[in-house]
C-alpha cells in the first residue's frame, strides 16, 4: 500500500478517546488551510540524541517494545468496536515480540507521516503500519525481511462513468488523489505529472483516507489510487464508492527499524519462525481473508551484505525531525460525556520532541479517527510562537459533541 513518508508531519504519541470516539491529532508546519503545501522549520536542527544499536537488550531488559503504527487502514490497522488497536500489522508485531522476548507490545499511534521520524527520535522501536520498502525510506531506517506483498486499486465514486481502470492512460487528465506520503502519491507525481500527463493541480493529497473518500463521493475528484484491500473494503461497506482498477503497483511491506538497530536480526529470526509454523498464514486468513494458496509469494531474503567501515567523511547537517509528544490533559479528561450538539473547549499540553524549533506557523489538527465524527467540528489551532526542541506548550481546541 501506501507509503513513502517525507518526515514532514508530527505525530502525537498517544490517540486520545473522547466519548468513544478516537481522534488522533498531528502537528503540521504551514498555514492550515492547505497542509499540503507544509514548509519546513526553518531553525537549525539540534544534533540527533545517541540510541545506540543494541535495542535488542533493551527490550529484553524493560520487557516492553515500542510500536509506531497509523490506525486508520484496515484491515492492516484500525480500532475495533472497544476502541483498542487491532488488525494484521498489530497482530504480527505482538507475536513477534513476544518472540524476541517482550513481555508488553505496546502500540502507538501516529499520523502515517511522522512514523519513520517516531523511529529515528527514539519515540518507538519499530513501525509497522503496511509500510512498503522503497529506496529513499532505505536511506533513513532499515527493513525487515518482507512480510507481505500487497497490490493497488482505484476508487471511484458509485457514478464515475466508467468501470474499468487499467492504464496510465486512463489516469491522464484525471483529477487522481491519494494519501499523502504514501507509495501511490509518489507513483502518481512520477508516472502522471512529472511526465506532463496530467496538470500538478489535478493530484489531490490527503493526510487521511476518510476525507479522500468523503471527497471522491463528492465529486471533488475523480479517481483515488490505494491499497487494494482497504479500497475492497471500502467499497464493500460504503454503496457510495467502487473498486475500478487494480495492479498498477505491487508493494512489499515490512517493519522498520533504526538504522543499525540488532532488532532487525532479531525480527528477522521471528518472522521465520511465525512463516514456517503456520501464524502468518492464520492471521493473514483472519485479517486480510486471504488463504494460504492465495497469498502472493515472497521471494527469498536478500542476503545482508557483509559490514564494510565507511569512508571518512565530513559530516553534514543533521536532518530536521519535526515531533510532538504528549503530555497531559489540561481539562476534559478521557470518557468525558456531553449531550449531542453541546461545545467545549478541550486543551492539550504537548512537548516539541523533535530537535527544530517549531514556528508560529505549525498547527494541530486533526490527522484521522476511527469515525468521521471524531472530527468533533475541531478546527487547526495554531501554535503562534516558536518552541523550542524540548519545551513545553498548551493548545486549546473548540469542539462541539457529535449528535
Known amino acids: 500500500m501506501k507509503r513513502q513518508s517525507k518526515l514532514a508531519a508530527l505525530p502525537l504519541a498517544t490517540a486520545l478517546a473522547l466519548a468513544a470516539l478516537v481522534p488522533t491529532l498531528a502537528l ?35 520487557g516492553k517494545l515500542l510500536v509506531g503504527v497509523s490506525a486508520d487502514y484496515p484491515p492492516y490497522e484500525y ?19 513476544k518472540r524476541i522476548g517482550a513481555k508488553e507490545v505496546e502500540l502507538n499511534d501516529f499520523a502515517f507521516e511522522g512514523l519513520l521520524a517516531a523511529l529515528q527520535l527514539g519515540q518507538v522501536d519499530v513501525a509497522i503500519s503496511a509500510v512498503a520498502v522503497t529506496e529513499e525510506r532505505r536511506g533513513v531506517v532499515d527493513f525487515t525481511n518482507v512480510y507481505f506483498i500487497g497490490a ?19 489516469l491522464a487528465r484525471k483529477r487522481v488523489a491519494a494519501q499523502r506520503g504514501t507509495v501511490y502519491a509518489a507513483f502518481l507525481q512520477k508516472n502522471l505529472v512529472d511526465k506532463g500527463l496530467s496538470r500538478p ?30 479500497a475492497r473494503q471500502f467499497a464493500k461497506a460504503d ?11 505491487p508493494q512489499r ?31 493473514i486468513e483472519q485479517y486480510l481473508g486471504i488463504a494460504k494458496d492465495q497469498v502472493e509469494p515472497i521471494p527469498p531474503p536478500t542476503p545482508e551484505p557483509t559490514a564494510v567501515p565507511p569512508p571518512t567523511a565530513t559530516p553534514g547537517p543533521p536532518p530536521c525531525i519535526a ?28 512537548q516539541n520532541s523533535g530537535n527544530c524549533d517549531w514556528q508560529p506557523g505549525f498547527y494541530l489538527a486533526f490527522a484521522f479517527g476511527n469515525t468521521p465524527a471524531a472530527r468533533m467540528s475541531g478546527q487547526p489551532a495554531p501554535v503562534g510562537k516558536i518552541i523550542k526542541p524540548g519545551a513545553t506548550t498548551d493548545i486549546n481546541v473548540n469542539l462541539v459533541a457529535p449528535g
Open 239 to 249: 454503496a457510495g464508492v467502487k473498486v475500478v482498477g487494480e495492479n498498477f503497483t
Open 201 to 230: 493541480t489535478d493530484l489531490f493529497l490527503y493526510q487521511d483516507i476518510d476525507s479522500a473518500i468523503r471527497d471522491l463521493k463528492a465529486g471533488k475528484f475523480d479517481l483515488l489510487l490505494m491499497d487494494r484491500l482497504p
Open 152 to 170: 493497488d486499486a482505484v476508487l471511484a465514486a458509485r457514478g464515475y462513468a466508467s468501470d474499468k481502470v487499467s492504464t496510465l492512460n486512463d
Open 28 to 62: 503540521s508546519p504551514g498555514a492550515p488551510p492547505q497542509a499540503d503545501q507544509a514548509q519546513a522549520a526553518t531553525s537549525t536542527p539540534a544534533p540527533l540524541k545517541s540510541l545506540g544499536t543494541d535495542d535488542l537488550a533493551r527490550v529484553k531488559s524493560t
Open 253 to 283: 511491506f515490512a517493519i522498520a527499524v533504526r538504522k543499525g538497530s540488532n532488532l532487525r536480526s532479531a525480527l528477522n529470526d521471528a518472522l521465520l519462525k511465525a512463516q514456517n509454523d503456520g501464524t502468518v498464514s492464520k492471521l
Open 323 to 350: 515531533a510532538m509528544k504528549f503530555v497531559a490533559d489540561l481539562n476534559v479528561p478521557d470518557g468525558t460525556q456531553f449531550q449531542p450538539g453541546q461545545a467545549f473547549s478541550k486543551g492539550w499540553r504537548v
Open 79 to 97: 480500532y475495533d468496536s472497544k476502541l483498542m488497536i487491532d488488525g494484521f500489522d498489530p497482530a504480527l508485531i505482538r507475536d513477534l515480540g
